[in-house]
């Protein structure tokens, strides 16, 4: 791998990782985005090795990330149509065939798995952008959910903040989805989440 190629996948890693612990944790991130002038390295395409445009998929993801976090977690609160700005842009995020997860579909039709038995790592990234994105997305209607739920409480779908209603049980119903499936492809998953004495 060129040097410029190694320090651009480097940088890109630690902007990666720096924005999912910040969504994580609920904490601003270190690095602000209009102080990077790094480009990403290019999709390499390696036909033996699919889940090597992974890499470029997460670090687009994390930009869009840094937003929804500078939104959600920010001192001002956001307005409502940011939210659906953000939210918008969330699932509109282009993710390739190969990294999209069997069943969950924005439109409700059946998705297959491609490939049909993806190997263990394939698995695991395609389940981390998508659980990634549930997560964003219920984060960021929680508290016009919560507003919705104060306001109806006994029909919260009555509310101006319905959207939210709707996006956040969507949202929680893809991630218990998601959970079962990863289940499915390695049920030794489980064992990491289990309180043990």
Not at 6 to 16: A, P, S
Not at 148 to 174: G, I, N, Q, T, W
Request: proline residues 10%; contains cysteine.
């Amino acid at each position: 791998m060129h040097e410029v190629a190694i320090r651009r996948t480097v940088m890109w890693e630690c902007i990666c990782f720096d924005s999912w612990s910040a969504f994580g944790f609920g904490r601003p991130p270190s690095q602000a985005m209009n102080f990077v002038d790094c480009k990403q390295t290019p999709d390499p395409q390696i036909p033996d090795d699919p889940c090597a445009s992974f890499d470029p998929l997460k670090y687009r993801f994390s930009e869009i990330l840094l937003d929804v976090i500078n939104a959600s977690f920010g001192a001002t609160p956001p307005t409502y149509d940011q939210i659906l700005k953000l939210d918008r842009q969330l699932r509109d995020y282009y993710i390739p065939p190969l990294f999209q997860v069997a069943g969950i579909n924005e439109d409700g039709k059946p998705r297959p798995q491609i490939p049909p038995n993806p190997p263990l790592g394939l698995a695991l990234q395609s389940h981390a952008v998508a659980m990634l994105r549930e997560n964003a997305l219920l984060y960021m209607h929680r508290s016009f959910f919560a507003k919705a739920l104060s306001e109806h409480p006994d029909d919260p779908f009555k509310s101006r903040f319905a959207a939210s209603v709707l996006a956040c049980h969507r949202s929680a119903c893809a991630i218990i989805i998601l959970v079962r499936k990863l289940h499915y492809v390695e049920p030794r998953i489980g064992t990491f989440f289990t309180l043990q004495d």
